[in-house]
């Protein structure tokens, strides 16, 4: 190999490494910013069982929350960063395959790229809040939810595409809860970096937030069939009415509240995802 085939192959790993590092930089600032919003979702539905919760226990609760704190504006800043990061890591896995043997196979990254549109969509969705002009407000994920239903529902074959798009979102909760009881997170954590205590705790989280988080969208989803089948939008729910529901089971408040430490747990499981996930 003469010396500038040479130069040119240097040149080459010299920008897949940058690549690389700025891919596993978005990703980890991503799942930071992931945890943050499911902790704070949680913590807003703990405070709604406990008789005490002013605010909606969705993304905009989560950011008004934020919003008032001091340097608060910064920190719905970094967040949005944050969650473009994220957006553009499924976005580098859809275009170029994920980690791991069948990252490249076309469903992982048809996955990928459909995670990345609802994270762009989250992405802008923060400083939007942050300059004045979302929807973060009251009420938002619940209102968003009915309105999209009622559009959807007028729609030929609008009962079918609501119902179907319900049963998609309860069979997602499922699978998610599944997935999270089986461990299937292990594959792509570094187990060999934690010691059996962290192995331990990151368990604990993993498979209760993704528990509870697989209930959540397996609830939303069966609300979106029944407004399907009864024709009525208004049965709807969005994350936060979704949440509610649960304090209006035989159990009481009480479900409401393991549903709403499991999003904690999945807001801490994030930060492990931060720290320990392969990218």
Known sequence: ???????????????????GSLVEWAARVGFTARGVIYLLVGVLALQIAFGDGERQADRGGALETIA?????????WALGIGLVGMALWRLSEALFGAAGPDGRKAGKRLLSAGRFLFYAFVAYSVPSFAVGSGSGGSGSSDKQSKDITARALEWPAGQWLVGAA??????????????????SYHDKLK??????????????????GGVARGVVFAAAGAFAVRAAVDYEPKKAKGLDDTLRSFADTPLGPWLLVLVAAGLVLFGVFSFAMARWRRV
């Open 68 to 76: 008032d704190k001091p340097f608060g504006s910064v920190v719905l």
């Open 1 to 19: 190999m003469n010396t500038s085939s040479m130069a040119q192959t240097g040149r080459i790993e010299a920008r897949r490494a940058a690549r």
């Open 166 to 183: 319900g049963v998609g979102v309860a069979v997602a909760g499922v699978w998610i809860a599944g997935r999270a009881l089986l461990r």
């Open 191 to 208: 187990l060999y970096e934690m010691s059996p205590r962290v192995r331990k705790l990151v368990d604990v989280t993993g498979v209760g």
